[in-house]
């Protein structure tokens, strides 16, 4: 079967919603972007789509506190799941977005990939390994993108980037780590020939479908 690759530009906003009960059907293919509030999800986001408010950027971290939902086209979806790990906001409302976290990794069926963005000075912290240890207990594929790369020089950029790697070995998963930055369109090529492999997965009751012959 050939790969087919998609039109990111043509992603548009579908809905917020607090929790997985009220998104849409568990059907079709999800990827979901997770991080930090300062992690720079947003950014990466409308860099990915070619658009520059797709996702809402802010100066203060911690706006994005729904799960949003954009289509890329009919079954096939990008999640921008609310930031995490901003100090400022209180204890119950990060309580609330923990386990909206939760929930959606171990129990939304369409979830197929997991992007974990994380600023490439700053990265895996606590609740960024919490993040990739749901994903993995869950055999969902990660995808961690250290953001801002631009900030370092070449060397630094390189250093940080084999660092995270060879630690995120630990988690016994299926774990690709790269560079990433909105500013300077770096690994924006990679971040988009992931997401192709994983919406061109073909979803398991489509397969059992084929193989009854209906």
Known sequence: MTSQTYNYHMTHFVMSAPDIRHLPSDEGIEVAFAGRSNAGKSSALNTLTQQKSLAR???????????????????????????????QVPEEMKRKWQKALGEYLQMRNSLKGLVVLMDIRHPLKDLDRQMVSWAVAVGTPVMLLLT??????????????????????????????????????VGVDKLTDKLNTWFNEIPPEVLQDEISGE
């Open 57 to 87: 950027t802010s100066k203060t971290p911690g706006r994005t506190q729904l799960i949003n939902l954009f289509e890329v086209e009919p079954g096939i979806r990008l999640v921008d799941l609310p930031g995490y790990g901003y100090a």
């Open 148 to 185: 801002k790369c631009d900030k370092l020089s070449s060397g630094a950029r390189q250093a940080q980037v084999k660092m995270v790697r060879e630690t995120v070995k630990e988690f016994m998963g299926n774990i690709q780590v790269e560079a990433f930055s909105s500013l300077k369109k």
